[in-house]
């Protein structure tokens, strides 16, 4: 959904409350956990935020807050607390116009040093896709890591055809929820960094 203006909370509540029982718009649900499926574009974004366990447990709650999409041009909407099955609308405001781009949360990872989810799109998204957030410790040096792992392509005729932007749009907001984890760990580490 493509709007002048950002959409009101009611909006994106019945937007939710339509897609309850809607499919997934890629066939390959829960890839991000391992292979990623061909012809799709991938995307890998990692940087350190923070070190200890206090930094750990504060990012841990930072996702739970859906604080990675604390950014100027993002809002997000959850239907609920993290878990599996829960949709959540994230509307970006992209060259003067909002976005709105409804997803479900495949799997929640919840592990002694790690946490994240992975969520994947619905019909009502302008990509088609899946995209994993996630926070490890490492046991041997302490940091604390933050990282995206996606894979996508576009789905609306718009994002098609405004590929390049659309791709220009993804690496904008995997940097700044990068940086929105960060503060929101209120600590500083490296600078976001592209792996493979």
Same mark, same amino acid.
């Given at each position: 959904?493509?709007?002048?203006?950002?959409? =009101? =909370?009611?909006?994106?509540?019945?937007? %939710?409350?339509?897609? @309850?029982?809607?499919? !997934?718009?890629?066939?390959? &649900?829960g890839a991000t956990r391992e292979v990623m499926p061909d012809g799709y574009n991938v995307d890998r974004r990692s940087a350190i935020i923070g070190r200890g366990v206090a930094d +750990?447990?504060?990012?841990?709650?930072?996702?739970?807050?859906?604080?990675? !999409?604390?950014?100027?041009?993002?809002?997000?909407?959850?239907?609920?607390?993290?878990?599996?099955?829960?949709?959540?609308?994230? &509307?970006?405001?992209? +060259?003067? %116009?909002?976005?709105?781009?409804?997803? $479900?949360?495949?799997?929640? &990872?919840?592990?002694?040093?790690? *946490?994240? +989810?992975?969520?994947?799109? %619905?019909?009502?998204?302008?990509?088609?896709?899946?995209?994993? +957030?996630?926070i490890e410790r490492s046991c041997q040096t302490d940091e604390v890591r933050f990282r995206i792992v996606a894979f996508s392509k576009p789905r609306h005729p718009l994002a098609k *055809?405004?590929?390049?932007?659309?791709?220009?749009?993804?690496?904008?907001?995997?940097?700044?929820?990068?940086?929105?984890?960060?503060?929101? @760990?209120? $600590?500083?580490?490296?600078?976001?960094?592209?792996?493979?």
């Open positions: 959904m493509i709007s002048a203006r950002l959409p =009101t =909370t009611e909006t994106i509540h019945k937007l %939710l409350g339509e897609r @309850s029982t809607t499919e !997934f718009s890629y066939p390959y &649900v +750990f447990e504060r990012a841990k709650q930072s996702i739970r807050d859906w604080a990675l !999409f604390d950014l100027p041009w993002v809002r997000a909407f959850p239907g609920s607390e993290l878990a599996p099955g829960v949709l959540v609308a994230v &509307v970006a405001r992209i +060259f003067g %116009l909002w976005w709105t781009n409804v997803s $479900r949360v495949v799997y929640v &990872v919840d592990e002694a040093e790690r *946490f994240g +989810f992975a969520y994947g799109t %619905l019909d009502l998204h302008a990509e088609s896709g899946e995209e994993l +957030f996630e *055809f405004g590929y390049p932007m659309s791709r220009a749009a993804q690496r904008r907001f995997a940097i700044g929820s990068i940086e929105a984890m960060r503060r929101a @760990s209120n $600590r500083e580490g490296e600078h976001p960094s592209e792996g493979s």
